[in-house]
Nanobody, 117 residues
Framework: QVQLVESGGGLVQPGGSLRLSCAAS????????MGWYRQAPGKERELVAV???????NYADSLKGRFTISRDNAKNTVYLQMNSLKPEDTAVYYC???????????WGQGSPVTVSS
């Protein structure tokens, strides 16, 4: 099994920045895609960004230019740098990882991010 531990969420003022981290541990053969999703109150969970093992990235169109996803394969860790944050970015952010030959998936515990003055 693979476990994910997220960190970096919190309260930030509009225009500020936050960096989320998600470290994978456990019986890891290899990790495929790593990504971030978010769920705002009363809304469905949506894709924020994903990065493949080769470093290819995909972002939600509305977030391009403000959010950057990266990963450290040696540490099995994925990061989400969030800049120019807006109140509408307030949500719980979930790390998502696909791993192994069967491309299994696992979710992080969720990191609340609140953008407010």
């Amino acid at each position: 099994q693979v476990q994910l531990v997220e960190s970096g969420g919190g309260l930030v003022q509009p225009g500020g920045s936050l960096r989320l981290s998600c470290a994978a541990s456990g019986n890891i053969i290899y990790i495929n895609a790593m990504g971030w999703y978010r769920q705002a109150p009363g809304k469905e969970r949506e894709l924020v960004a994903v990065i493949t093992s080769g470093g290819s990235t995909n972002y939600a169109d509305s977030l391009k230019g403000r959010f950057t996803i990266s990963r450290d394969n040696a540490k099995n860790t994925v990061y989400l740098q969030m800049n120019s944050l807006k109140p509408e970015d307030t949500a719980v952010y979930y790390c998502h990882v696909r791993w192994g030959v069967q491309n299994r998936e696992v979710w992080g515990q969720g990191s609340p991010v609140t953008v407010s003055s």
